[in-house]
């Protein structure tokens, strides 16, 4: 390092000519200084507020030492180099000294290095004070990256150039089951099943020789079960040309392919579901196309198209209204209605399609109002009367009902049909499944209905038995949290 400024030396000697001796010395070396004397300790530790870059010291003066004044810099925290420059004072001492923190010892009928002493001793805390900034840094990084990680809900693990894992967060804690500390040092294989291991380490190893991330695909037993994880090993390069650690991301993907299967489903059943009355519609509009049909049987061929027609309709209306209610849309068109106008309204509805139909309701008028989707709980209403119907006889009662339950709304659809297996209870809410194929409709009725409770904050659910008939009821909150 060249030295250009002049460098502040303290000159801890009590002896004036000693000074001029050391700072003629620097001078004649090519060291221009700026000189702090001090004597004793008082003066030494004010001049150590001026933060010189090099000290200077006798062994020992009259009431003060070099010993004392490293001890004064370790106390204060002080990285200042001490170079002790003295007369012979034995190289027992001079270990001692140099154990203690002194940068280097001198004699003084000796000066021939000592420039080069000293600027080593500026250059040598340089380094040190660059090292300690770069460590920081480094532990900075590693704890901001630590941080940052543990917010993350995905398990990261740090694998180093062995393959043993150097950092996980909490996440990654959670998925192995273990705390940090027992994870800390050790190869994946140690926490999975032999088989699992067998298969996740190949990956990992074929990302460190290739340099390339690897992405594998396993179920991996957890304690609520096994799952279903996307585990991905990405090399990353060092900034100081060591060897390259592996990144680990395990992502759980165990719903993502349930919502996959069930949109397979949803869309195999759709397409069965619609294929039956396209097939009626179709089959019955090219029969009369070409074929001269009696008056009588075209109107009867035409009812089952319209039916067909109105079946389609429906199924593609509920299934409209669950995607949107699932995904969220409309939710919260909430105003505060009547119980009783509503239920009026749909039994009056029903009377005025089916006259001979005997609708009853059971519903007080003086009912507090009830705030919600009122369009939306209509339509789960009208999808339990239409299967009342279909399941009951033209003869027999079906009563719309509601009532106060504490701080809900109790409403239900009573019908004297045939009743339910107890078995079928929770089965008959599920997407197009139909308690039986005798009687006509999509399966999404029910599963709607569910849905629109769950928009309310309430819940659906059916008491039936064989023989008994059945009651839907939907529980409700007087206001939609």
């Not at 199924?315 to 919260?332: I, M, P």
């Amino acid at each position: 390092m060249n030295h250009t400024a002049p460098i502040t030396v303290l000159f801890l000697e009590d002896l004036a000519e000693d000074r001029k001796l050391l700072l003629h010395e620097l001078q004649r070396q090519g060291l221009d200084s700026h000189p702090l004397p001090a004597t004793g300790e008082a003066d030494y530790r004010a001049a150590l507020e001026e933060r010189p870059e090099v000290i200077l010291a006798d062994y020992r003066l009259p009431a003060f030492s070099a010993e004392r004044a490293l001890e004064i810099l370790a106390e204060e925290g002080l990285d200042i180099p001490l170079i002790v420059v003295s007369g012979y004072i034995g190289e027992e001492k001079a270990v001692e000294l140099m154990r203690r923190g002194a940068a280097d010892y001198l004699l003084k009928a000796r000066l021939s290095r000592l420039g080069a002493a000293v600027t080593q001793a500026i250059d040598n805390r340089r380094l040190r004070r660059e090292r300690e900034l770069s460590a920081a840094a480094l532990r900075f990084g590693e704890e901001r990256f630590r941080l940052a990680l543990n917010q993350i809900p995905l398990p990261f693990a740090l694998y180093d150039e062995n393959l043993r894992i150097r950092f996980a967060n909490e996440s990654c804690s959670r998925f192995f089951g273990q705390p940090e500390e027992c994870i800390i040092g050790r190869d994946c294989r140690h926490f999975f099943p032999e088989e699992i291991g067998n298969r996740l380490y190949p990956q990992l190893l074929a990302a460190r020789n290739s340099g390339q991330p690897h992405t594998t695909e396993c179920l991996i037993p957890l304690p609520d079960g096994e799952h279903s994880f996307r585990i991905s090993y990405v090399p990353l390069s060092r900034a100081d040309g060591g060897p390259d650690e592996i990144l680990a991301v395990a992502v759980d993907i165990t719903e993502w392919q349930r919502m996959e299967r069930l949109k397979d489903e949803l869309l195999a059943s759709v397409s069965h579901e619609m294929r039956s009355p396209l097939t009626a519609i179709l089959g019955f509009t090219e029969f009369m196309q070409g074929t001269e049909v009696p008056r009588p049987l075209q109107l009867e061929y035409l009812d089952i198209i319209r039916q067909e027609g109105e079946r389609l309709k429906e199924l593609v209306e509920n299934l409209l209204d669950l995607q949107r209610l699932q995904a969220g849309f409309d939710q919260r068109n909430l105003t505060a209605f009547s119980i009783h106008s509503l239920l009026t309204r749909l039994r009056d509805r029903f009377l005025s399609l089916q006259p001979r139909r005997n609708f009853q309701l059971d519903c007080p008028r003086d009912l507090p109002l009830l705030r919600g989707n009122e369009p939306h709980l209509y339509r789960a209403l009208e999808n339990l009367l239409n299967n009342a119907v279909k399941y009951t006889a033209d003869e027999k009662a079906i009563t719309l009902g509601a009532r106060l339950d504490g701080e809900s709304m109790l409403i239900w659809v009573r019908d004297q049909g045939e009743g339910l297996d107890p078995a079928l209870h929770e089965k008959i809410f599920q997407r197009f499944f139909r308690a039986t194929s005798a009687v006509g409709g999509t399966g999404l009725g029910l599963a709607l209905v569910r849905e629109i409770a769950r928009e309310h904050g309430g819940t659906a659910w059916v008491e039936s038995a064989p023989g008994q008939g059945s009651t839907f009821y939907l529980r409700l909150p007087l206001v939609v949290p």
